[in-house]
């Protein structure tokens, strides 16, 4: 990624969004009539515009608001084959169920590394052409060492942000014997794969890997210098949530389904140390798409737990990249404030992924921001739907 040689004024910002972290958490600190100062692929400077220092070159932002580009920590972009049928029939009537996925692995098998290498590019332009600037891609469609390898490679020519799902569900090879597909999983797959992860996760759930099997294969990752994170309670309730938070997980994503002790588990992790919370990622595009009921956001926040909003771009469960849309579902079906869905977007994406350099505009952040189309951040979920991005910057340039 090229990096601006000269420092950059946008001025004219209508509002801009900073979630700057000295605020706290969950504050999105927003201030009218503002400008931003960029040196570097950084943040130098973020303040009301009248005061702001001089820069070698003006942008005008003429009016539009500016926020943290979107940090989606969650998606399985690396997949051949279309699943349309199968969404189609779910909408006629169909549960959704974890089986689905064998027939994308079936597909991405198939596909030559040319083409898996394509089309998740092309959906990682579509991602970031919509106001993401940092996204997460699992494997999962290989379900065996060399097709695992294989997707993790494509994965990191395309991200910083790559997970190990090699147990996403049981392979055909190992029908009927989990505990074999675990112990390969656990062993040569870690192995050949683990160089070119930064995390490890796991689906946890009825029709996947129970609890003990979930388990082994996130300390085999975490062993290997891997850190956890883990899909729980998308289907119903189990142990998914209490595991990921047991081993330290960065993160639980669905959390469609939780009992009060998750939640208690969830708020539980982030006292102490908030930095180590294990996050609540929300995929309300999943839920959307599944005919699932919505997680109870509101339980989560009340209680204390860090929530993040991921967008979880996969041919099975949520085929959507848009991020303002799971914004939308948030705000509209979940009962987040717009200010709560917009943080949960960008900071609390950033906090899924451990990182503190994403989702905030502070001085010392990494440049990568969208200028909107539109006053205010609430006009995200005001106008579900409309295209309102003007232009995405990432480490200080603008992506054409
Ligand atoms: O996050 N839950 C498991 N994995 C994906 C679905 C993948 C698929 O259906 O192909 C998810 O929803
Ligand atoms: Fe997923």
């Known amino acids: 990624m090229t990096e601006t040689p000269t420092s950059v ?81 779910r909408m006629s009537g169909r549960p959704y169920e974890a089986g689905g996925i064998r027939t994308t692995v079936a597909a991405t098998r198939a596909a030559t590394d ?82 070119h992860a930064r995390w490890v996760d796991v689906f946890c759930e009825r029709g996947a890997f129970d609890e003990e099997q979930s388990r082994r294969v996130l300390r085999a990752g975490m062993d290997r210098g891997l850190l956890a994170r883990v899909h729980g309670n998308q289907l119903g309730e189990g142990p998914g949530v209490r595991l990921a938070v047991e081993m330290g997980a960065a993160s639980v994503d669905h959390c469609t389904h939780l009992a009060a002790a998750d939640v208690d588990a969830l708020a539980e992790s982030g006292r102490g140390a908030a930095d180590s919370a294990t996050v609540a990622t929300l995929l309300p595009g999943v839920d959307f798409s599944t005919r699932q009921p919505y997680p109870d956001a509101r339980a989560l926040l009340d209680a204390g737990a860090v929530v993040a909003l991921a967008g979880d771009c996969n041919p099975g469960s949520c085929f959507t990249s848009s991020i303002a849309f799971c914004i939308a579902l948030a705000v509209r079906e979940m009962h987040m404030t717009p200010e709560e869905a917009l943080w949960a977007a960008t900071a609390g994406g950033a906090r899924a992924l451990r990182r503190d350099d994403v989702g905030h505009l502070a001085p010392g952040a990494r440049a990568d921001l969208v200028l909107l189309d539109a006053p205010n951040p609430v006009y995200l979920a005001y106008r579900p739907g409309v295209p309102q991005v003007a232009a995405v910057w990432k480490n200080g340039t603008p992506l054409s």
């Open 114 to 195: 040319a083409e898996l290498h394509a089309r998740a590019a092309s959906l990682l332009a579509e991602a970031q052409a919509q106001g993401t600037t940092t996204l997460e891609i699992k494997s999962g469609y290989g379900l065996s060492v060399a097709e695992e390898e294989r997707a993790l490679r494509i994965a990191a020519g395309l991200t910083e942000e790559v997970t190990f799902l090699g147990a996403h569900v049981v392979p055909p090879e190992y029908a009927g014997d989990t505990d074999g597909y675990v112990t390969e999983v656990t062993g040569p797959m870690l192995d050949a794969c683990a160089p």
């Open 9 to 89: 004024l946008i001025d004219g910002i209508g509002t801009l969004v900073t979630n700057d972290p000295e605020l706290g958490e969950g504050r999105t600190g927003e201030l009218a009539d503002a400008a931003l100062v960029l040196d570097g692929g950084r943040v130098a400077w973020a303040g009301p515009r009248d005061r702001a220092p001089d820069a070698d070159t003006r942008v005008d932002a003429a009016g539009r608001c500016v926020i943290p580009g979107f940090v989606d920590s969650h998606s399985h972009i690396v997949f051949a084959g279309d699943r349309s049928r199968e969404f189609g029939a």
